[in-house]
């Protein structure tokens, strides 16, 4: 089955920028949506943005509206989720995942449904 690959973790102090790439390809056209989750030490996952590859409308959760924004390159089968004026708190795994929609993945953020990939750490500490 394919797998979504992260990659562009890293540690950076408050307030950088930093900007994860997934790439993603051989999915049916069923798993319409494709998002980042992310899961806090110690806490549980939990869905980030989305962006739906039929219509491009994104979700985001309320924590990151302002600061994080997703794209998508059609062509090269990627998303973006660009990260501005990171926070403490936004230290996580950051997973990528494609499913049926874009409101199951963040309300599930559950690695058992659709695809996801390993996750790619971010740090953010001074």
């Known amino acids: 089955q394919a797998q979504p690959v992260e990659s562009g973790g890293g540690l950076v102090q408050p307030g950088a920028s930093l900007t994860l790439s997934c790439a993603a390809s051989g999915f049916t056209k069923n798993y319409d949506a494709i998002g980042w989750l992310r899961q806090p030490p110690g806490k549980e996952r939990e869905g980030v943005s989305c962006i739906s590859s039929s219509d491009g409308l994104t979700e985001y959760a309320d924590s990151v509206k302002g600061r994080f924004t997703i794209s998508r390159d059609k062509a090269k089968n990627t998303v973006y989720l660009q990260m501005n004026n990171l926070k403490p708190e936004d230290t996580a795994v950051y997973y990528c995942?494609?499913?049926?929609?874009?409101?199951?993945?963040?309300?599930?953020?559950?690695?058992?449904?659709?695809?996801w990939g390993q996750g790619t750490q971010v740090t953010v500490s001074s």
């Open positions: 995942a494609t499913d049926h929609s874009c409101d199951i993945l963040m309300l599930t953020a559950d690695p058992r449904f659709g695809f």
